[in-house]
């Protein structure tokens, strides 16, 4: 299991400097506006551009066909899809702590976290799990390509949607869907309190991977290389 993740540090070591070197100029881009941004924006951001990392490490893999090399290593195919979520974890959280321990060194970035620090960790660590959870599966089963047109799909999707909810008149619909949303929230966050609310989200992203880590498994098993 290990010595997958190794091997995926190895031979993708410079998809992964190149990448987490534009991860680490994320403090500073953020930084060029003349009001800062909220610190859960920051740290939401730099979450989202961490984890595309260990999804480039598969979707390299995809694109140049060593994935069938990989296979013939002796390991199963469920120890590999588990070292794709074990080494996710561990290369997105990880790099993700250090882009933000460096923006520390920004007297900018340093006033950002006055206010609302907890709650911007919290966010970014379900930002890691969401898209961890959602992505991986796609990329295992569908590659480089996949990952792409899914999400040009999904731009095309929303761009349908918005014009269809402006040409019948339903955005005021969508606004109060997610007014109500945000209020259920921030009313179930009042009762059971910050430390309740922080284990109900981290509860809710593992069961998320857990469910997703056991879908990649099967799509995996009958993928034909």
Request: hydrophobic fraction near 55%; glycine fraction near 12%; include cysteine.
């Amino acid at each position: 299991m290990w010595n997958l993740i190794r091997k995926d540090l190895i031979l993708g070591r410079w998809t992964l400097i190149v990448n987490g070197s534009m991860a680490l100029l994320a403090p500073f881009i953020l930084l060029i506006p003349d009001e800062p941004p909220p610190v859960i924006l920051y740290v939401l951001y730099v979450g989202l551009m961490c984890t595309m990392l260990p999804v480039s490490l598969i979707a390299k893999e995809d694109k140049f066909s060593a994935t069938a090399f990989t296979c013939s290593l002796p390991v199963t195919r469920d120890d590999i899809v588990t070292s794709r979520y074990l080494g996710g974890w561990f290369i997105a959280g990880g790099w993700m702590a250090a882009v933000l321990a460096l923006g520390l060194l920004a007297p900018a970035v340093r006033d950002l976290w006055s206010n609302g620090a907890g709650g911007a960790l919290l966010g970014g660590l379900t930002m890691l799990g969401l898209t961890i959870a959602i992505v991986i599966p796609f990329t295992i089963r569908f590659g480089m390509n996949g990952l792409l047109f899914g999400l040009v799909g999904l731009q095309v999707l929303g761009m349908v949607l918005f014009i269809g909810a402006l040409a019948t008149g339903g955005l005021d619909g969508i606004e109060r869907a997610v007014k109500s949303v945000i209020d259920a929230v921030g009313s179930y966050h009042e009762r059971v309190g910050p430390a309740g609310f922080a284990v109900t989200v981290i509860f809710g992203v593992a069961l998320l991977n857990w469910v997703s880590w056991k879908a990649s498994r099967r799509i995996f098993r009958t993928r034909d290389l």
